[in-house]
């Protein structure tokens, strides 16, 4: 399973809903908080558990995102409960990731969002430009990475149980 953490009043509205049907249309189980949430239920513990349980997260950058404490908050725990993230810069570069000036955040929430921003910059991710970009070619290619880094954390959590047990492949 994998994550969205987006900004809602930026891409919420057309793409990710769109790359949500494409992902479950090719098998994959994404969360969604506007997806996979029913009214009555508590936003932070639900999306919290569903951080915690995934081992993908796809991380949709964008101008306003940083705007965001929730969206903050979902990276900050993110890369706290080390899962991998795909960072998609949309209409964003790495280096414009941080914390706005004008965020009243007490110091300790200060950096541990300057933290998860840092450890996102220097992550490999995927650039899109609205103006001039693909969907079609952004959406595979969110698939494809989503697939590849979840096989590659299932191989590893398998190869650490082998370990663990002293199996032999």
């Known amino acids: 399973m994998f994550s969205f953490n987006y900004r809602k009043a930026d891409s919420?509205?057309?793409?990710?809903?769109?790359?949500?049907?494409?992902?479950?249309?090719?098998?994959?189980?994404?969360f969604l908080d506007?997806?996979?949430?029913?009214?009555?239920?508590?936003l932070f513990e639900h999306i919290n558990n569903a951080i915690n349980s995934c081992k993908v997260g796809v991380a949709v950058l964008t101008d306003r995102?940083?705007?965001?404490?929730?969206?903050?908050?979902?990276?900050?725990?993110?890369?706290?409960?080390?899962?991998?993230?795909?960072p998609i810069f949309y209409d964003v570069k790495p280096s414009q990731l941080q914390v706005k000036n004008n965020a009243r955040y007490p110091p300790q929430v200060l950096q541990r969002f300057s933290e998860a921003l840092e450890?996102?910059?220097?992550?490999?991710?995927?650039?899109?430009?609205?103006?001039?970009?693909?969907?079609?070619?952004?959406?595979?290619?969110?698939?494809?990475?989503?697939?590849?880094n979840l096989f590659e954390v299932e191989e590893e959590e398998e190869r650490r149980r082998r370990t663990a047990c002293n199996i032999q492949p």
Request: hydrophobic letters at 40%; one cysteine or more; a neutral charge.
């Open 12 to 30: 919420g509205s057309q793409f990710v809903p769109l790359l949500y049907a494409h992902l479950i249309n090719n098998g994959m189980i994404p």
């Open 34 to 42: 506007t997806m996979n949430m029913k009214p009555g239920q508590k």
């Open 65 to 86: 995102y940083f705007d965001s404490y929730f969206c903050l908050h979902e990276l900050a725990l993110l890369n706290e409960s080390k899962k991998r993230v795909v």
């Open 119 to 148: 450890e996102t910059k220097y992550t490999v991710g995927l650039t899109f430009d609205s103006l001039n970009g693909d969907w079609t070619e952004l959406q595979r290619k969110i698939s494809d990475a989503v697939i590849m």
